[in-house]
């Protein structure tokens, strides 16, 4: 069965930073790009960054260039998002998900939900 | 940024009864390749996201052929032909030709 899990999630002061972990089974996780996309509470999707199937090419939404980075181990067949200089409004459920069919995402992994407060 | 705009944001459908969705693109989704990158989601309550239409008109896998999209340019459709109970969520359209990939707003469909 093809999976992805999503952990690292959780309440952090505004400016803090968070790793997320996404692991992938059931799959050549090697062979795709792969994707973060978030969820604000009660709102829509955004899509947060992607990243080649070797690692060499990272494209990321502007609200978090240059304090995001989407990174991978396609040894460990992981997908990760370090989170810094966090903000209120990143506040959202990130999930992770696979590219497909030309950049359509799936699956989508069951999400962690991060929260930034004071 | 391309913008997708979704309409209606809610949609109260009978079931058995037909019901339709627009997503307008503030863009031309056609590429080069002559493939158009526009997608369609559906998110169950409490459920991630699933991809039930890719490149306009093709249902993913194991997706029931009520479901059907079309559309050109900017201009697209999601049609469920009949209704069913278990079709219930928000239905999001996307693009994906052009970073950052953009999201309609939603459509929510519930059941009369």
């Known amino acids: 069965e093809v999976q992805l899990v999503e952990s690292g999630g959780g309440l952090v002061q505004p400016g803090g930073s968070l790793r997320l972990s996404c692991a992938a089974s059931?799959?050549?996780?090697?062979?795709?790009?792969m994707s973060w996309v978030r969820q604000a509470p009660g709102k829509g999707l955004e899509w947060v960054a992607n990243?080649?199937?070797?690692?060499?090419?990272?494209y990321y939404v502007d609200s978090v260039k240059g304090r995001f980075t989407i990174s991978r181990d396609n040894a460990k067949n992981s997908l990760y998002l370090q989170t810094n200089s966090l903000r209120v409004e990143d506040t959202a459920i990130y999930y992770c998900?696979?590219?497909?069919?030309?950049?359509?995402?799936?699956?989508w992994g069951q999400g962690t939900l991060v929260t930034v407060s004071s | 940024d391309i913008v997708m705009t979704q309409t209606p944001l809610s949609l109260s459908v009978t079931p058995g009864q037909p019901a339709s969705i627009s997503c307008k693109s503030s863009?031309?989704?056609?590429?080069?390749?002559?493939?158009?990158?526009l997608y369609w989601y559906l998110q169950k309550a409490g459920q991630s996201p699933q991809l039930l239409i890719y490149?306009?008109?093709s249902r993913f896998f194991g997706v029931p052929d009520r479901f059907s999209g079309s559309g050109s340019g900017t201009d697209f459709t999601l049609k469920i032909s009949r209704v069913e109970a278990e079709d219930v969520g928000v239905y999001y359209c996307?693009?994906?030709?052009?970073?950052?990939?953009?999201f309609g707003q939603g459509t929510k469909l519930e059941i009369k």
């Open positions: 998900a696979r590219d497909v069919i030309g950049g359509g995402f799936d699956p």
């Open positions: 059931g799959f050549t996780f090697s062979s795709y790009w």
């Open positions: 990243i080649k199937q070797n690692g060499r090419e990272k």
């Open positions: 863009q031309s989704l056609l590429h080069s390749d002559g493939k158009t990158y």
């Open positions: 490149e306009v008109s």
């Open positions: 996307m693009q994906g030709i052009h970073l950052p990939k953009t």
